[in-house]
């Protein structure tokens, strides 16, 4: 039987219930069972799974040829550490995409699709599964494994993972069609899985690591299944004309936080995670460029509109002003430096010789980022005052309330009060996802189903007051040992050379959100007027 026939005979397996049932996960957007789009890429069992097959024994087989060529001899150590963070949030991410598909397969009335989204389902287990590989790979190999071992752990409950968490849970959460269409598929799936299967494994093979490549291109292999199931079901969507008001609200907020949390994850990665300096290596920014604004948005998002959606043309040129122009991913990079003492991993100072590739990339970076990376070196020499204590000049951010990511464009920095309570925002866009994309209604249509959020979410109010020795110990990042850090601000492996809990002892620390609320209106709206000033460092 050809595949174009059995691909048709699937259908034929389907039933629908005799009597209509209340969607487990429930939706606002409007589906009618009548529009049925297709899977144009046919998929079937008998083909899948034996290419799945063997891209998967390529890729155990490429790890065992890895360790055996020595790769751990030439792979370079400020790379790996890195890892630790990455390979640390990644497969949740993936697993909750797993779990995504049965939210969506639950409201899409085309059986083409719902059998689409089963082979989806079955691709991010096995992407998470290769993750979950690879770390376990690098732990036992490293030189340092202490960081790798308590990845499962130490997720959500340090300061740069949390960020991750966010991510992952836009895509379970809340209206089934927002998180699991629009937020994953039309967007993280279609528009930043280039930076992140393709950057990622170009820049670790620059850095010697042939191991991650061969893991995360055969993940993006699988990418164009899951676009061409986001794409069929966004076409269902377009078919009723009362979903675009929710569409667009849904495509503006989905690439705003895609942008802020995708691109400060690898945006670090690739610029600071990275030795090589390259003239000829594209910047982070000029990849985004290519793959974002120019495969996504001018070939993707743009023509949407030919359907009647408007599309937020200067959401997506703010982004890249924010990339290029505004040093966005270098704040981010020296946010978790400064935060060093509450992660898992090595932060490598940047050295001088680095300096002008970063300058001939990111013009005036110098200006802003030298003299702290000069500090961080000087500071990173056990017993020294940590760097977000030393009079450098920096000041400690603000967290935004809807992407996670502290408010470090501080000239965008933005505060609200929603429901009595007074919350601080990266952007007004972020301000915009808060109060008007996640409220009850959007333009007098209820939006019962869409998500809230909730919590204590900001790592910080989690610590206020605290002693950092005190804070380190409840987090656990410490080693065998009972008093060396996890975490360390160099890459000196001797433990003579490593900082240890005591070290800390005597700094506490505070919430800026915490202080901000315990403010006077008019205290207030000084603080705001001298934080989007923002900072210089001595």
Not at 4 to 24: G, T, V, Y
Not at 170 to 184: K, M, V
Not at 491 to 508: A, C, P, Q, S
Not at 526 to 532: A, D, G, L, S
């Amino acid at each position: 039987m050809s595949i174009s026939r059995a691909h048709n005979e699937i259908k034929n397996l389907a039933w629908d219930p005799k009597h209509k049932q209340a969607l487990k996960y429930p939706t606002d957007y409007k589906l009618d069972p009548k529009y049925q789009p297709r899977d144009a890429l046919k998929q079937i069992m008998r083909s899948y799974f034996p290419m799945q097959e063997e891209k998967d024994n390529r890729v155990y087989g490429a790890l065992d040829a890895g360790l055996r060529g020595g790769l751990f001899r030439d792979v370079e150590p400020r790379w790996i550490e890195w890892m630790k963070f990455f390979l640390g949030f990644m497969p949740l991410p993936e697993n909750s995409a797993a779990r995504s598909m049965a939210v969506l397969a639950n409201v899409v009335p085309s059986n083409e699709i719902k059998n689409g989204l089963s082979f989806q389902m079955i691709d991010e287990v096995r992407h998470g599964t290769q993750q979950n590989a690879l770390k376990k790979w690098y732990m036992e190999n490293y030189i340092d494994p202490s960081g790798f071992d308590i990845t499962w752990k130490a997720f959500g409950r340090c300061y740069a993972t949390t960020i991750a968490r966010q991510f992952a849970e836009g895509f379970l959460t809340g209206d089934a069609i927002t998180a699991g269409n629009i937020f994953l598929q039309v967007v993280a799936e279609t528009a930043f899985t280039n930076v992140l299967f393709v950057a990622m494994p170009s820049e670790a093979a620059r850095n010697g690591d042939y191991a991650l490549p061969t893991v995360f291109l055969s993940t993006q292999s699988d990418e164009s299944r899951h676009i061409n199931n986001g794409y069929g079901i966004l076409l269902t969507l377009l078919q009723h004309p009362e979903n675009y008001p929710l569409l667009e609200r849904d495509i503006r907020y989905s690439f705003w936080q895609n942008h802020r949390i995708v691109d400060a994850g690898m945006g670090v990665f690739i610029e600071y995670a990275s030795k090589n300096r390259d003239p000829k290596r594209e910047s982070y920014a000029e990849q985004w460029r290519r793959w974002v604004y120019d495969d996504y948005y001018r070939s993707y998002l743009a023509p949407l509109e030919q359907y009647g959606l408007t599309i937020h043309h200067d959401d997506v040129e703010e982004a890249w002003n924010q990339l290029q122009n505004k040093f966005y991913v270098h704040y981010v990079a020296q946010f978790f430096s400064v935060g060093w003492l509450a992660n898992f991993w090595r932060i490598d100072p940047i050295q001088e010789w680095e300096y002008d590739w970063f300058e001939k990339k990111y013009p005036g970076w110098y200006a802003r980022f030298g003299k702290y990376w000069d500090y961080y070196r000087e500071l990173s020499k056990p017993g020294s005052t940590p760097v977000a204590y030393a009079n450098t000049g920096y000041v400690y951010p603000h967290r935004c309330w809807s992407c996670m990511i502290p408010c470090l464009v501080r000239e965008d920095f933005c505060t609200a009060e929603v429901n009595g309570q007074v919350y601080t925002y990266c952007s007004p866009l972020c301000r915009w996802t808060h109060q008007v994309a996640f409220a009850r209604e959007y333009q007098g249509i209820p939006t019962p189903n869409m998500g809230r959020f909730s919590g204590r979410r900001e790592w910080e109010e989690m610590y206020h007051g605290w002693d950092w020795a005190d804070i380190v110990r409840d987090l656990e990042f410490i080693r065998d040992d009972g008093k060396t850090l996890v975490a360390q601000p160099n890459l000196n492996f001797d433990e003579k050379g490593m900082w240890t809990v005591d070290m800390l002892r005597g700094y506490h620390y505070e919430s800026p959100l915490v202080n901000f609320r315990r403010m006077t209106p008019e205290q207030k709206a000084q603080h705001e007027e001298e934080y989007r000033k923002g900072f210089t460092i001595r």
